[in-house]
């Protein structure tokens, strides 16, 4: 073990024996990406229902309802997240009176019927052209395409977050420049078009000349490394790295260094998940530890977690490290700032169209 | 140089002094995705107007037009591919009794305005409101999502494309198996539930135990490698290897041989992009040779061509062969086929709506 715990809020996650090394075979959707498609294939264009509520008791929502053949679908948006729903229409009662007027259910009737503590007394139908496409672009705006990690150098001797921040680039080991390349490109940040993950890229170098970046599977990863931040003498505690770094919910310790890495340490409330990262030859011997009240995630790791440099090993270290953050979004300290965000986002849709 | 053109259709591509090796930067889009951004972004969900033509002098196609503000956004699709275009209203004439009754260009003068060359006597306009949805999952059918490329094993002392495929796996030297980690990891066929590339995955390993495969830039890539395919003894073509691989529009070559290989022994109508690669110790020094009339394609390969086992390296390799596979489309030996598909579909979307 080459981590103390200590009273730290970070604990390592356990290997699987049973866990194997393997690239990425199962779907890397967002379920932000999934309620897209589902509205988009059994609702958008099609005649459907869409209730608003700018205030219930479950905060601003939105529904969507079709019925398609003997099944009611439906999207249910809250703050705390969306719901896709199907019910069979046979399990919602319609009165004798609408029956014989050919009716469908009641709109009471029907909200029961595809969900319990549907706050139904709050809705509004809305039948604005529009909202259909609004709808979807609050969705769209949720879709995380981009992340960045912190990578920290632990130089030998080290053992703390204080004393990683104080290395300078030139004094790094040929093994951490090795898995720089492991992770991503060398970019140029002066001019750099693509993510920038809050880094300078005007050319004006007040975020280093340099910085670690690669588009994986679709998304585009910025790596905030410490040692390619500017150091600033006389500063203890290297805030112009710590700003960044102490900002990225998922941060890669290179631990260069024989003595164990204290993660009580790492003390930034953003960072969620601390993956330690030891050297063994052309090998990476590595801890996974996620915050409390992190959620798991998958890919399991194997025993040993040891990965090589092979393209399958990164696509696992990758797939772990992004899954980590998105996990970190359902942790208690955490979830709250997502349903504001939702919250918003429902509030002005609803608005918008409740006026 | 480690190729023979002789009267091959291939021809290696010159390197580019100025070019260099970097990770995937630009946008990896296709054309039928942009058309579907491009649609659902601008129409769908929309008032706006379809236009169909079964049969007209440039085939069946589908028009969809609406306007926005002072502009006139379409896309026009036709078998050839698709057009999406942007015209000033102040641009398009209106007649003055059009205009007096409030109404917009006539049919004609729209569509010239529009675009040359549209059949405006062979359009209908139709209205149904589903056609929409049938437009786009009809562009949503040609989206590519996955990729099989070949890889051959060319021992010592062999140069042509008949003497690879008699290649035993177990008479492999470790610079190809470890090339083939390069591409990608080695699964089990049996039971595989990711794209299978034509490959038996019900157990009974009528093409082999094993493949190679990855899912890279989220798409899914199946390596249909010489060696892990069945070895038919007595059989001289080895035509369960060749049916595959001859039927890749890519083909990697690995080169363990300092005899010059003889791209005139690559003789199936598929295979359109040959990448030959030759080990030099840990790195690998490529030829890309694309066949007579596959126009060029990104990224440009550097002056030396000679890529190390990282990961950008990797991601710059697969770009090249993924686009290289993508330029293959427009060859004249390959457009009309993607042409007819086209044409297929714009038919029978026609077909069903103009009843």
Chains 1, 2 share one sequence.
């Not at 194997?20 to 897209?36: A, P």
């Not at 996620?290 to 995630?297: A, H, T």
Request: charged share 20%; net charge positive; aromatic share 10%.
């Amino acid at each position: 073990m080459s981590v103390i715990v200590g009273n730290s809020e970070f604990r390592p996650l356990p290997n699987n024996p049973g866990a194997k090394i393997t690239g990425v075979h199962e779907s890397l959707l967002q379920e932000c990406e999934k309620d897209i498609i589902w509205y988009r294939d059994n609702f958008f264009g099609k005649s459907h229902q869409n209730y608003l509520a700018l205030d219930s008791p479950r905060g601003p929502l939105a529904i969507s309802v079709i019925r398609d053949a003997d099944t009611y679908k439906a999207l249910l948006r809250t703050t705390a997240g969306s719901e896709r729903l199907s019910v069979s229409s046979s399990s919602i009662p319609t009165s004798f009176v609408r029956r014989l007027f050919g009716l469908g259910p009641s709109t009471v009737n029907l909200m029961e019927g595809i969900s319990r503590n549907i706050p139904v007394r709050s809705l509004r139908m809305c039948k604005e052209p529009n909202l259909p496409n609004e709808l979807l672009s609050m969705e769209e705006r949720q879709v995380i395409r981009s992340y960045k990690f912190g990578v920290a150098y632990v130089a030998p001797g080290q053992c703390s977050e204080e004393e990683m921040f104080s290395n300078r680039n030139e004094n790094t080991s040929p093994a951490f420049k090795q898995f720089l390349n492991f992770l991503g490109e060398t970019i140029e940040l002066r001019g750099w078009k693509g993510y920038r993950a809050g880094l300078d890229t005007s050319g004006s170098n007040l975020t280093g000349t340099h910085s670690v970046y690669t588009k994986w599977q679709g998304y585009e990863i910025m790596f905030h490394v410490s040692t390619l931040l500017p150091f600033i003498p006389g500063d203890r505690q290297q805030l112009e790295r710590k700003r960044h770094i102490g900002n990225d919910i998922v941060v890669i310790i290179f631990q260069d260094s024989d003595v164990p890495f204290q993660l009580g340490s790492v003390t930034s409330h953003q960072n969620h998940v601390v993956a330690v990262v030891k050297p063994e030859g052309e090998n990476y011997r590595t801890i996974v530890a996620p915050k409390n009240g992190v959620p798991g995630f998958t890919p399991d790791l194997p025993e040993p977690c040891v990965f090589g440099q092979d393209a399958v090993s990164r696509d696992f270290f990758l797939h772990k490290l992004v899954n980590g953050e998105r996990a970190s979004y359902k942790a208690p300290s955490f979830a709250p700032k997502i349903s504001r965000t939702r919250s918003v986002l429902l509030y002005e849709v609803a608005s918008k169209f409740l006026k």
